[in-house]
Nanobody
Framework: QVQLVESGGGLVQAGGSLRLSCAAS????????MAWFRQAPGKQRELVAT???????TYAESVRGRFVISRTNANNTIYLQMNSPKPEDTAVFYC????????????WGQGTQVTVSS
């Protein structure tokens, strides 16, 4: 079992910066990939960025060049540095984990609200 707790959300002005954190606890050695998703009002949840235990990173096209995902070496915490956010980035951001030998992201945090003002 892994527990994920996000923090760092809030109100930010467009063009500013904000950093989200996700702390993992429990069986963290079983995690293969961690990710940030987001869900805006009235929209489907979408994948924002992923990072594997080996450090391989992917980004959604909509955030590439603006957001940076990173993690601690112990794989206990991941971050999402949001640079130059736009109003359309407003959403609830969720941290998620995919486990070794399993398909899909099956462990989720409770989410943290990010609101970008224009």
């Amino acid at each position: 079992q892994v527990q994920l707790v996000e923090s760092g959300g809030g109100l930010v002005q467009a063009g500013g910066s904000l950093r989200l954190s996700c702390a993992a606890s429990g069986s963290v050695s079983s995690i293969e990939t961690m990710a940030w998703f987001r869900q805006a009002p009235g929209k489907q949840r979408e994948l924002v960025a992923t990072i594997t235990e080996s450090g391989r990173i992917t980004y959604a096209e909509s955030v590439r060049g603006r957001f940076v995902i990173s993690r601690t070496n112990a794989n206990n915490t991941i971050y999402l540095q949001m640079n130059s956010p736009k109003p359309e980035d407003t959403a609830v951001f969720y941290c998620a984990a995919r486990f070794k030998g399993r398909l899909g992201f099956t462990s989720w945090g409770q989410g943290t609200q990010v609101t970008v003002s224009s």
